[in-house]
């Protein structure tokens, strides 16, 4: 015991006045300023940066030069006590010395996310390098084999070009370990492709992997996203990736993390990859950006949302459920493959279980598809058509999507089929439509003639076909029975209104040129013109009606004209307007007379004046006045007769006066005994009187017996 006591003393001077012996000073490690803070509960990471350190190993009093990493944590055994290890990644030695932290309690939601963590996932960023193997493993985060049971699920991978090439081999044995996707980077900014894409994205496709697509965005506009968003759609569309792919958006970059408008500018780069036909898109974002608000989730939809977060210690908990899915970890290796892979859960299946394409889709075989599902081969006829798709089947646990097509009796597979999308629109049978003066042959091959580009035409029957010449459809035209291409015809609709006979109207100073070609004079223009006659024409110049003038007998383009005024009939109720001022006929308008009702009794053409070509003459008047003067109302009530009976409404409420009526008024039978007309209120224009009671009641409030 005596022995023990002595050794156990020696040890305490020993440490007392040789306190290097055994451990790397603190003072000569200088630090890069990574900390990661962990409690019972929780990791937090603090901030990190690594940097080519020197070393001076103070025990043997040399200097090595190496990459040093100081991290601080709380071990999670201990009371709040702290250690600190130096990491020396070149000579891969540890120095331990002990601390007391204070005002450090964290939470069980502390985490180190993808924008924190020592490594890139742009090519074109600085900081690349870190993504590879040496620098990235230095990282004091737990490496984790895919052979570990005990942690999150291992649903998909995300790979760039730092994975280098992936053979389907390997892909096969990922998926030994639960992988079910892979989300393969194609594009970063609007300056970087991927040069592995292709040959990733192909390996895993033929490993039965479900394949998706991420973009490394840099936008801080909604211009700058759009512009980006078409970058990653051009080299997606080149690699062959089916508008059916969940395309991602990756917005993590530090030096654009101070935008204001990362949510908007997210959902202009959305809205445009679907406008591109990609109608599946997810956003990846670091977890701290979410939880500081930066990200509006319910904006961009929860679902849709991958979120990066690190946690210290792997377990089987599962976190962020709420979104679509979680990366947990950047440090997962596999067996027998060569380094590290961004591992994640995928909550809402985006990314591990195909997403089926929609009905009423145009499909066509691909030329190298040999076998329907039935075993059956494919015929070089079944290649030739285009077809619908009219349902579909998920095989579970096969990654396979079974397809059934108008047109055939064979069920296929999802990877045996091709989308075709169109940029025109599907035009409904029995629509009006024109053939463009554009088209040159039908689907038969026969040249279009210029008469037959001059009519017009009803769609009697549509057709999907392989795509040529832009068009995924046919349509059959009922007036000759031919068949042309979608992209050669054109429905007859406008966004004019159709105009009557007898309308009155100015010819728009734009206006260049009459339908038969010769120029409008810039005096034409100050003419006011009446339409005598209307003719469908096939579309041009956004018409499809041309309107003859009654003096000058030319037709002009619905675009080039502005209605004035209508033909008033004879009888109609009308209103003076409040700025009108002379009557035609002349003499001044009594004020009394101003926004006050009459009746027509009768037009006349005059010599154009106040944009004016007809004068009306009102009831029990000699007076004209001008059509510029007056407003033409019209009622959906029917005129009743003087004399006639009639009761009021149950619905009806005040009478012209604005007295109630009152429960026992209506449904009172009484007789008319004096009609007038008014402006326009509670949708009538005429009251009716009592002839007992002299009330008044709008038109809209009484039926007749």
């Known amino acids: 015991m005596k022995s023990k006591k002595i050794l156990c003393l020696l040890a305490i001077v020993v440490c007392l006045f040789f306190p290097s012996i055994g451990f790397a000073e603190k003072n000569d490690t200088i630090n890069s300023n990574i900390s990661i803070s962990t409690t019972n509960n929780s990791t937090q990471y603090i901030e990190q940066d690594s940097k080519e350190n020197a070393v001076t190993q103070s025990n043997e009093k040399t200097t090595t030069t190496s990459s040093t990493m100081e991290q601080e944590f709380y071990d999670e055994n201990d009371n709040g006590s702290s250690s600190t290890e130096t990491f020396d990644m070149k000579n891969d030695t540890i120095s331990t010395t002990d601390k007391v932290k204070k005002n450090q309690v964290k939470t069980d939601e502390s985490y180190i996310d993808n ?61 030994k370990y639960g992988v079910q996707g892979v989300i393969v980077k194609l594009t970063e900014a609007t300056s970087y492709r991927n ?79 679907k406008e591109n036909g990609y109608s599946n898109v997810c956003h990846y974002f670091g977890a701290s950006w979410i939880d500081n608000g930066k990200i509006n989730t319910a904006l961009l ?110 069920q296929v ?38 008469d037959d580009k001059k009519k017009i035409y009803t769609i009697k029957a549509v057709k999907d076909i392989p795509k040529k010449y832009a068009s995924i459809r046919a349509y059959q035209l009922k007036e000759n029975g031919k068949w042309y291409y979608e992209a050669d015809i054109q429905e007859q609709n406008s966004s004019f209104k159709q105009q009557p006979n007898g309308m009155s109207f100015k010819i728009k100073s734009s206006a260049n040129l009459f339908y038969d070609g010769t120029k409008i004079s810039s005096n034409a223009k ?61 003499g001044q308008i009594p004020s009394n007379y101003k926004n ?9 053409n005059i010599n154009q004046k106040y944009n004016s070509v007809r004068a009306y003459r009102i009831r029990n008047t000699n007076n004209w006045l001008y059509e510029n003067d007056i407003i033409y109302q019209t009622s959906v009530y ?36 004096s009609v007038r007309d008014i402006p326009k209120k509670y949708g009538s224009i005429r009251i009716y009187q009592d002839s007992k009671t002299k009330r008044w009641y709008y038109e809209a409030d009484i039926n007749k017996v």
Do not use: C
């Open 526 to 586: 100050k003419n006011i013109g009446v339409i005598t006659n209307m003719k469908l024409i096939p579309k041009k110049y956004n018409s499809i009606r041309i309107y003859q003038d009654s003096k000058t007998k030319k037709y002009l383009y619905e675009s080039d004209i502005t209605p004035l005024y209508s033909e008033i009939p004879r009888s109609s109720s009308i209103v003076i307007k409040a700025n009108a001022y002379y009557y035609q006929s002349g």
């Open 413 to 450: 597979y999802g990877e045996n089929i091709q989308v075709q999308t169109s940029s025109f629109p599907y035009i409904s049978l029995g629509k009006t439509v024109s053939i463009k003066p554009t088209g040159n042959l039908d689907i038969d091959g026969n040249v279009i003639v210029i």
């Open 195 to 273: 040069p592995y894409a292709k040959s990733q994205i192909l390996n895993a496709k033929k490993a039965g992997l479900n394949v998706s697509a991420y973009h490394y965005s840099w936008f801080t506009t909604s211009a700058s996203a759009i512009k980006e968003a078409d970058y990653f759609v051009k080299y997606a569309k080149e690699l062959g990736l089916g508008v059916d792919t969940v395309m991602v958006n990756d917005l993590e970059e530090p030096k654009i993390e101070g935008n204001k408008y990362h949510s908007q500018n997210s959902l202009s780069f959305e809205k445009r990859l």
């Open 301 to 410: 939809g929860k679902s849709k949302i991958w979120a990066a977060a690190y946690f210290y210690s792997i377990t089987t908990s599962h976190k962020y459920t709420h979104l679509g899915s979680w990366q947990w970890s950047p440090r997962l290796s596999f067996p027998g493959i060569k380094g590290e892979f961004d591992i994640s859960a995928d909550y809402s299946k985006y990314f591990t279980k195909p997403v089926a394409l929609k009905k009423g889709t145009s499909v066509i075989l691909k030329k190298d598809a040999s076998y329907f599902v039935s075993g059956n081969s494919i015929s070089e006829t079944d290649r030739k058509k285009a077809y619908i798709i009219t349902g579909s089947k998920v095989i579970t646990g096969q990654n396979k999507i079974i397809y059934n097509l108008k047109g055939l009796t064979e």
């Open 638 to 673: 029917p005129y009743i007769s003087l004399g006639s009976k009639v009761y009021l409404k149950q619905s009806a409420n005040l009478d012209y006066s604005g007295r109630k009526i009152e429960s026992s008024d209506r449904g009172k039978v009484f007789k008319i005994g």
């Open 115 to 175: 924008t924190n963590y020592g490594k890139s996932r742009s090519d074109l960023s600085s900081s690349a390098n870190l993504r590879q193997g040496v620098m990235r493993s230095s990282i004091y985060l737990p490496a984790v084999s895919a052979s570990n049971p005990n942690t999150p699920r291992k649903d998909f991978i995300d790979v760039s070009s730092h994975n280098g090439a992936i053979s389907v081999n390997e892909y096969r044995e990922m998926m």
């Open 596 to 604: 006050s009702a009459f009746v027509v009794t009768d037009m006349k």
